[in-house]
């Protein structure tokens, strides 16, 4: 529903927008960092697309005709849709990979990271 906000919001030009920060906040304690957080970006990709998906004057017409059901079923119709297959040949056009995690594992990144940093490499913080 952020995303839907955000894309709502971005789309409309009355709508006077303060600038967007956007951070990935997550906790690394079980998962591979790195993997956690290409698994972070598929998810918040899939979500944006999706909600890109919305026919926003459909939406509002609901909206203000009081069709609550109809609305949801609208949104709900455009986050069952799978946007996978875009989303990889969006990465395919760019020249980026076709699975970002499985090629971080088949090229070993993880293990050039560590040795390149060393095992007992810690972060600092702020």
Do not use: W
Not at 3 to 15: K, N
Not at 50 to 74: C, G, I, S, W, Y
Not at 118 to 126: P, V
Request: aromatic fraction near 6%; charged fraction near 30%.
């Amino acid at each position: 529903m952020i995303f839907l906000e955000l894309v709502s919001g971005l789309a409309d030009p009355t709508v006077v927008n303060p600038p967007i920060s956007y951070m990935i906040d997550a906790s690394h304690n079980v998962k591979d960092p790195l993997e956690d957080l290409m698994q972070s970006i598929e998810a918040i990709l899939l979500c944006y697309a999706q909600a890109l998906l919305v026919d926003f004057k459909k939406l509002n017409e609901l909206r203000d005709n009081n069709e609550v059901v109809l609305a949801q079923e609208l949104i709900q119709d455009a986050y069952r849709t799978d946007v996978r297959p875009l989303l990889r040949e969006a990465r395919l056009r760019k020249k980026a990979a076709f699975s970002p995690i499985h090629c971080y594992r088949e090229n070993e990144i993880r293990n050039q990271l560590i040795r390149e940093r060393g095992i007992t490499n810690k972060a600092k913080g702020l």
